[in-house]
Nanobody, 122 residues
Framework: QVQLVESGGGLVQVGGSLTLSCALS????????MGWFRQAPGKEREFVSA????????WYADSVKGRATISRDNAKNTVYLQMRSLKPEDTAVYSC???????????????WGQGTQVTVSS
């Protein structure tokens, strides 16, 4: 069974940066398209970014475009999300997701991690 574990969240000041990691176990990362999502308190889950199987295609939500970079290291079974110029509205639980068939902006990813909290303070 595929499991996803996120790490790298924490408290960061406005304008700061951080890198989230998502480690996949129980499978081979190169078989999966990957996505990052976030959910703030009282809000719906929101798509953040996605990356294709080889890393050649990426997608970003308008809210993070230009401030986020998604990447993957299939040899390490890990996907990353670099976030820059962080804003208070970026505060949320960030989760990664994996799907063997579909890639891009959708919510039907098959496997989901538990998430890591990112808090941006002013």
């Amino acid at each position: 069974q595929v499991q996803l574990v996120e790490s790298g969240g924490g408290l960061v000041q406005v304008g700061g940066s951080l890198t989230l990691s998502c480690a996949l176990s129980g499978g081979v990362l190169s078989n999966y398209a990957m996505g990052w999502f976030r959910q703030a308190p009282g809000k719906e889950r929101e798509f953040v970014s996605a990356i294709g199987w080889s890393g050649g295609r990426t997608w970003y939500a308008d809210s993070v475009k230009g401030r986020a970079t998604i990447s993957r290291d299939n040899a390490k079974n890990t996907v990353y999300l670099q976030m820059r110029s962080l804003k208070p509205e970026d505060t949320a639980v960030y989760s990664c997701a994996a799907d063997i068939r579909r890639v891009g902006i959708h919510y039907e990813y098959e496997f989901w991690g538990q998430g890591t909290q990112v808090t941006v303070s002013s």
